[in-house]
């Protein structure tokens, strides 16, 4: 099969207080190729650019590890659909022969491609998401709680959600499925009561449920299933146990 010729827009800045700007570029090559292989091949022939500028090609700052879609390193947004790129396939995302990358918006940027997402991190940390003791294993819930350990921490689905915006309290399902992952292993009731707390302020209230997280998810997980069970894990019976304890 002959070579074929894509364009390429990426949204280049060089750093957050620098502007940003679309820098286009023309691929030449096998189509059932990876976004991520693309974005190598442009680093590997500066000649590609098709966009006028003065100053000599840098290389595109992007991050990836696996290039398998197991870490999550490669979020971005790929034709306003945020994925992994790559796992994203230039024949499957074109459009009119056109693939435009830019970087996830609900994180700071710290160049190109490549986004601080910490706020992951600290929302779990700030949620006591972890375990006090040995995980506490329920049959009824293995299934999900193998799901939840699953996460990537991309932060496609905060991209896609329609409720969370940089600095909010609110954790959106990345939050959500690696509370549900915890609250129902925790074995220490104080502890427990801690991440319910958590799980009530910092999703429960604001989720409007709408599954856009679930559709944007690149692991497939189902996170409104994973929702659900955090939901009873955590909110049922939650006032009464804490009057209890009060
Ligand atoms: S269900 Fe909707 S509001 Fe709730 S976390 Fe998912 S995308 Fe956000
Ligand atoms: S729930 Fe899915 S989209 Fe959200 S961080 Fe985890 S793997 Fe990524
Ligand atoms: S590089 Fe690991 S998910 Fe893409």
Same mark, same amino acid.
């Given at each position: 099969m002959p070579d074929a010729r894509v364009r390429i827009a990426v949204r280049r800045q060089r750093d957050p207080e620098s502007p940003s700007s679309l820098e286009a570029f023309e691929y030449v090559g096998?189509?059932?190729?990876s976004v991520l292989h693309v974005l190598e091949w442009i680093n590997d022939h500066p000649g590609s650019r098709t966009s006028t500028a003065d100053a000599p090609f840098e290389a595109i700052a992007y991050e990836c590890s696996?290039?398998?879609? @197991?870490?999550?390193? $490669?979020a971005m947004v790929v034709n306003d659909t945020p994925t992994l790129a790559c796992q994203a396939f230039v024949d499957e995302v074109a459009r009119d022969g056109l693939v435009e990358v830019g970087p996830l918006t609900k994180f700071p940027l710290v160049r190109d491609l490549v986004v601080d997402r910490s706020a992951l991190e600290e929302a779990m940390i700030e949620s006591h998401a972890? @375990?006090?003791g040995d995980a506490k294993v329920t049959p009824r819930l293995a299934v999900h709680q193998y799901q939840a350990g699953? $996460? @990537?921490? $991309?932060?496609c689905c905060l991209e896609a959600c329609p409720n969370y915006a940089p600095g909010d309290l609110f954790c959106g399902a990345a939050g959500a499925v690696g509370l549900m992952g915890t609250v129902t292993k925790e074995p220490d009731d104080a502890h427990r009561e801690d991440m319910r707390r958590a799980y009530q302020e910092r999703f429960f209230s604001v989720c409007s449920k709408n599954g856009a997280c679930e559709r944007a998810c690149p692991a497939g997980l189902p996170t409104m299933t994973l929702v659900s069970q955090a939901n009873r894990a955590s909110v049922w019976g939650f006032w009464q146990r804490i009057g209890r304890r009060r």
């Amino acid at each position: 099969m002959p070579d074929a010729r894509v364009r390429i827009a990426v949204r280049r800045q060089r750093d957050p207080e620098s502007p940003s700007s679309l820098e286009a570029f023309e691929y030449v090559g096998p189509t059932h190729v990876s976004v991520l292989h693309v974005l190598e091949w442009i680093n590997d022939h500066p000649g590609s650019r098709t966009s006028t500028a003065d100053a000599p090609f840098e290389a595109i700052a992007y991050e990836c590890s696996c290039e398998q879609g @197991l870490c999550g390193a $490669c979020a971005m947004v790929v034709n306003d659909t945020p994925t992994l790129a790559c796992q994203a396939f230039v024949d499957e995302v074109a459009r009119d022969g056109l693939v435009e990358v830019g970087p996830l918006t609900k994180f700071p940027l710290v160049r190109d491609l490549v986004v601080d997402r910490s706020a992951l991190e600290e929302a779990m940390i700030e949620s006591h998401a972890w @375990l006090e003791g040995d995980a506490k294993v329920t049959p009824r819930l293995a299934v999900h709680q193998y799901q939840a350990g699953l $996460c @990537l921490a $991309c932060g496609c689905c905060l991209e896609a959600c329609p409720n969370y915006a940089p600095g909010d309290l609110f954790c959106g399902a990345a939050g959500a499925v690696g509370l549900m992952g915890t609250v129902t292993k925790e074995p220490d009731d104080a502890h427990r009561e801690d991440m319910r707390r958590a799980y009530q302020e910092r999703f429960f209230s604001v989720c409007s449920k709408n599954g856009a997280c679930e559709r944007a998810c690149p692991a497939g997980l189902p996170t409104m299933t994973l929702v659900s069970q955090a939901n009873r894990a955590s909110v049922w019976g939650f006032w009464q146990r804490i009057g209890r304890r009060r």
